[in-house]
């Protein structure tokens, strides 16, 4: 029954994790066949102050973009679940960052953050002079202070929560609406109810979004740091693990190399499936009703 | 239920291994020659009337040109396309890059088919150049033009603020005393850009544009009589640690740090150094041939082309270009027969008109269609005086990730000003591994 | 319909446990309740009784607050409610799904209201135990809707209703989602509750039985309009219209034009002219009367040791006659059917409206 499922699931996307994972243990540079090279690409990945750089950036930026995602995401849903005037408009404005392809994405916001042109900082400057903001301190360097930079691709990432949102929107719908009539005959804040009420029952779904999210972080990353930023400010302020695979294997052809990178990143997903196995399973029973 | 799906499954497998069997693209050996290049719009344009050119000599022989968007997308779908088994016939390569394909043995050498060509004469052709392409022993590439970098400068701006235009010969500090003087605001004052930002007085016009990377630090270490690595034939690490390269350190970061003549990393990042100097905002700009093909499009005012400001002796740094073909190509001879004549005086005198090179050839570059001065430059002699003068980058095939790894350092360097001591610590620190892991030619 | 619950609920009092005034509620658009009028004494059991979409269910959510009226004014123990939000009406409900927080465990769900509220959490924990304990609900206190059957969750339901003594408690049709067995269980313990509490009630249900058996009052609805109020003898035997006659008791009564094919024996009461109908229970009905009206017989049921012998009248009416079940008639026999005056209910045809002599 699933057999055409199978067939795709097995050819394009197992046999080549499998390949790739062997890759690992090889010196391959895509012109010449692999040679075997045991654990020599693990342990120069280990000393390898890029590769940590790398790793230490997809891991902070997974921290810090995946909880404003889903937070932007749960407030928009909350905000935007009712019948209301100007609500389908609105829905539909929190999707399109999603629609629209990753790389005009980047280009758009490669304009934005322009720290002289762009609309962002000329918006930071009104009510400045010489250049400055109101408070009297220069806007952010977007592209070119590391730190800024960092900023920039995670606020970048946090526009592309359309997914996230829509996937809320319906949980909050599908709860049940009597229960918040209780709540209402009993005199609860909207405060009360988003406590006690509408997280709680919410919870397994936003789990299951966190998880989803911090996975998928390693892979979003790539294109806004590859066409923003390039890596960014140096040194390698925004080179993500993704970023850092691309560039090994095919700008500098190590292709063993970069596959070795690539079993870390996938030990990493395989961590957050297992944790949000082990989480689901303690609440899930909680909901049976 | 059940058999249309184990048959749709069937079906699935088949199409997926017949995918990803096929050879790709192009596997006949009948065909269109595939050229792989990239380039600016300008540059892609010179190609394709190379091409057009080449149709009407040879009906019937077609060469379709792959346009890649940048070196890193070329690179990408070069090795990609190699790893497929369905190479392109030709490609365009810069010999800083071409260590890594010549030493993983995907290029084909040229010197039997050079030797029993009629075209092509290796003597006909700049020696420098030549010899950059050669590897092992071996000509694998025949080269396209001998670029270098030469100083360009905004000819009307000089005579606005009446300062006296760069001549041959001038040194580093007479760079730099003009590019102070060409630094002004938008009063025409002249104003020390050095001031941090939020300053009342920002130039509107800088003196000079040059981007921190070790390129740009090469000429001028060879001009104080020092090297940039240890051993040019088989490099194993940097030497700017040596008094020469010290200095030619130093002075690219005056020029951000002490005399504030080159634009914030800020103002880079806004606008690059091609696009300010194309809006006459930069006074003088270090670049290579490359830029006239853009700059020829300006209209707004005149400029011209000086030669590099020297320390002692006038050395200046190799850029080239040149045709390459990959060892997997399935229509060699086709795609031979296009080089001869891309490489011939005829090929080479289409694309020197679109004035994006400087010919490889010599009787070419010394002929009116590359030294009308009808065009800007009028001062082309500029790129074949220094001819003589130029000496090549190491091609170790782990040069790209070298240029990446100084390029960050530097430009940090620049921009922050971090301490001269750290800067070439660093910079060898970091780039011993890649020498160590490289392959000599 | 004004005329009929003016006679019924005349005089509006305004410090009842709850008064419903002229109150009209739409939604989307549609007008589901009509100029309202009702009250419900303090301490009375009321059951709102009707078909569906009588109603019933908008009746109870206009007093508590979840819906808006688009006209009149409710009052609930002498204050003007109309413009409070519901947290403010001090009104309990039990839904008819019981809304339980699923994630709570019992004693939290009854407590969630005192929580809310800030009562500190030791009398709280104190008087949600109380409250289960008056439903029976005690030894539940730990565990989680989920765990529950129906029945169990309808206590808590109820518990968490009565832990904040509330001046009216309403009830969705809260015993529509048992079984029988359970549901006469349950009727039983909800009148022993109300009697203790001696609270102010709304019960809705579709069931009559439920109303008859539990309501101090019952207030008939259809069409968003109190067809009757009255205690469940008044609404038994003087049925205030043809559709009140006919929704309580089952089978349903008879109705037949007065001047049909049944003539009622006896002495027939005064203002009978014009177009009339009469109603009489099954339980009403003779057979076996020497001039009574032929009829044929289409079927018995028979339950216990009453059966229900379906009958038609040589004219085509139907009529239902309940025998005991020893003496029933077999199918496709011919009996003669009657039926005295006394027991008969005279409507007008055209209004419906019972004939007042």
């Known amino acids: 029954m699933l057999a055409p499922y199978l067939v795709g699931l097995v050819g394009l996307v197992l046999v080549p994790a499998a390949v790739t994972l062997t890759l690992a243990f090889t010196e391959y540079d895509l012109v010449n066949p692999p040679s075997w090279a045991g654990l020599a690409n693990i342990s120069e990945l280990v000393t390898d102050p890029v590769f940590r750089v790398a790793l230490a950036n997809s891991l902070v930026f997974a921290l810090v973009a995946v909880p404003l995602r889903v937070l932007l995401a749960l407030g928009l849903a909350l905000l935007l679940h009712r019948r209301s005037f100007g609500g389908r408009p609105a829905r539909v404005a929190a999707l399109l960052p999603t629609v629209v392809p990753e790389i005009a994405y980047g280009l758009l916001w490669l304009w934005l953050f322009n720290p002289l042109y762009g609309p962002i900082n000329q918006l930071l400057r009104v009510g400045g002079e010489n250049g400055l903001t109101v408070l009297g301190r220069t806007p952010p360097q977007w592209l070119t202070d590391p730190t800024d930079a960092r900023a920039a691709i995670i606020l970048m990432s946090v526009f592309t929560m359309g997914e996230t949102f829509v996937v809320l929107l319906a949980a909050r719908r599908a709860l049940p609406a009597d229960v918040y009539e209780v709540a209402a005959l009993e005199d609860a804040t909207g405060w009360d109810v988003f406590r006690r009420i509408t997280l709680p029952l919410m919870a397994p779904v936003l789990a299951l979004l966190v998880v989803r999210d911090l996975i998928a972080s390693l892979h979003f990353s790539f294109v806004p740091a590859f066409v923003v930023t390039d890596g960014g400010p140096p040194p390698y302020a925004t080179t993500y693990l993704s970023l850092f695979i691309y560039r090994t294997g095919f700008e500098y052809l190590r292709y063993g190399y970069a596959a070795a990178a690539t079993l870390v990143m996938m030990l990493l997903t395989v961590a957050a499936v297992v944790v949000q196995w082990r989480l689901f399973r303690r609440y899930r029973a909680f909901y049976r009703l | ?441 | 319909m004004n005329d009929a619950d003016l006679t019924h609920d005349a005089v509006v009092t305004h410090d009842a446990g709850l008064t419903l005034d002229g109150v009209s509620a739409a939604y989307r658009g549609v007008t589901v309740l009509r100029q309202m009028r009702l009250t419900v004494a303090r301490g009375e059991l009321l059951v709102v009784l009707g078909p569906s979409g009588a109603g019933k269910s908008t009746l109870l959510r206009v007093v508590a607050g979840l819906e808006p009226v688009t006209t009149g004014r409710v009052w609930i123990a002498g204050r003007d409610v109309t413009a409070d939000r519901p947290g403010r009406r001090n009104v309990s409900m039990v839904f008819q799904s019981y809304a339980l927080f699923p994630h709570l465990t019992v004693a939290e769900n009854i407590a969630f209201g005192l929580v809310v509220r800030d009562v500190p959490k030791v009398a709280a924990r104190e008087r949600a135990r109380s409250a289960a304990e008056q439903v029976g609900a005690a030894h539940l206190l730990g565990r989680r809707p989920g765990q529950l059957s129906g029945g169990e969750r309808q206590r808590v339901a109820l518990a968490r209703a009565l832990v904040r003594e509330p001046d009216v408690f309403l009830l969705d049709e809260p015993l529509s989602n048992l079984d029988l067995a359970l549901r006469v269980q349950m009727r039983a313990e909800l009148r022993a509750l109300h009697d203790r509490l001696g609270a102010t009630m709304v019960h809705v249900t579709h069931d009559q039985t439920e109303a008859l058996v539990l309501a101090d009052r019952i207030a008939v609805l259809r069409d968003g309009r109190v067809e009757q109020v009255g205690t469940p003898d008044e609404i038994w035997h003087t049925p205030a219209s043809r559709f009140v006659a006919g929704f309580v008791g089952s089978p349903a009564m008879n109705v037949l034009p007065s001047s049909g094919p049944i003539h009622p024996s006896g002495a027939p009461p005064a203002g009978m002219a014009g177009d009339r109908e009469i109603g009489f229970r099954p339980e009403a009905v003779v057979l076996g009367v020497s001039d009574g009206t032929a009829a044929t017989v289409d079927r018995v049921e028979v339950v216990g040791t009453d059966a229900y012998a379906y009958l038609t009248l040589r004219a085509g009416n139907p009529v239902v006659a309940r025998v005991p079940a020893a003496h029933r008639p077999a199918r496709g026999d011919a009996v003669r059917v009657g039926v005295r005056w006394a027991d008969t209910h005279v409507f007008d045809a055209a209004t419906g409206l019972r004939c007042v002599p």
């Not at chain 2, 420098?128 to 071996?138: I, N, P, Q, T």
């Not at chain 2, 009307?156 to 605001?185: C, H």
Request: proline share 7%.
């Open chain 2, 1 to 441: 239920m059940r058999r249309p799906r184990a048959l749709l499954a069937a079906l699935l497998a088949t199409v997926l291994l017949a995918a990803g069997c096929a050879a790709g693209p192009g596997a006949a050996s009948d065909g269109p020659v595939r050229l792989l290049v990239f380039g600016a719009p300008e540059e892609l344009a010179a190609y394709r009337t190379l091409i057009e050119a080449y149709g009407q000599t040879q009906p019937g022989s077609e060469v379709q040109l792959i346009e890649a968007s940048d070196r890193k997308d070329l690179l990408a779908r070069l090795a990609t396309s190699v790893a497929g088994g369905a190479p392109p016939d030709l490609f365009l390569m810069n010999y800083r890059f071409y260590g890594q394909f010549a030493a993983k043995n995907v290029v084909e050498p040229l010197d039997e088919r050079i030797a029993a060509s009629e075209k092509v004469n290796p003597a006909d052709y700049y020696p420098v150049a030549m010899e950059a392409f050669s590897w092992g022993g071996k000509q694998l590439c025949l080269p396209q033009n001998v670029s270098s970098l030469a100083v360009y400068y905004n000819r009307t701006l000089f005579a606005k603020y009446q300062v006296s235009e760069p001549t041959p010969g001038w040194t580093w500090n007479d760079m730099v005393g003009t590019a102070i003087a060409m630094t002004r605001d938008d009063r025409g004052v002249v104003v020390k850009g050095t001031e941090s930002e939020g300053a009342a007085a920002r130039p509107a016009v800088h003196g000079l544009g040059v981007e921190p990377s070790i390129i740009r630090v090469a000429p001028f270490t060879w001009s104080g009589g020092g090297e940039i690595v240890d051993d040019p034939e088989r490099p194993t690490r940097l030497t700017l640690d040596s008094p020469t390269g010290r200095e030619a350190l130093k002075n690219l970061i005056d020029l951000r740090q002490a005399y504030g003549v080159v634009p914030t990393d800020a103002e880079v990042e806004a606008e690059d150094d091609e696009s300010r100097f194309a809006n006459g905002r930069l006074a003088m700009l270090m670049s290579s041939r490359r830029s006239t093909t853009t700059f020829r499009s300006i209209t707004g005012f005149e400029w011209d082309v000086a030669p590099l400001p020297v320390y002692q002796d006038q050395v200046g740094v190799l850029h080239s270009d040149a045709y390459c073909m990959p060892r997997g190509a399935k229509r060699k001879d086709a795609a031979w027969r296009f080089l001869e004549f891309a490489i011939s005086a005829e090929g080479q005198q289409i694309i020197a008109a679109t004035g994006r090179t400087v010919p490889s050839h010599i009787g070419v570059s010394q002929s009116p269609v590359f030294l009308d001065s009808s065009q800007p430059p009028r001062n082309a002699t500029v790129f074949l005086d220094t001819i003589p003068t130029l000496r090549t980058l190491p091609t170790i095939s782990t040069w790209p990730e070298v240029e990446d790894v100084t390029a960050g350092i530097l430009e940090n360097a620049l921009y922050r000003g971090d301490r001269l001591d750290e800067v070439i610590r660093a910079l060898d620190e970091q780039t011993r591994p890649l020498f160590a892991r490289g392959e000599h030619g």
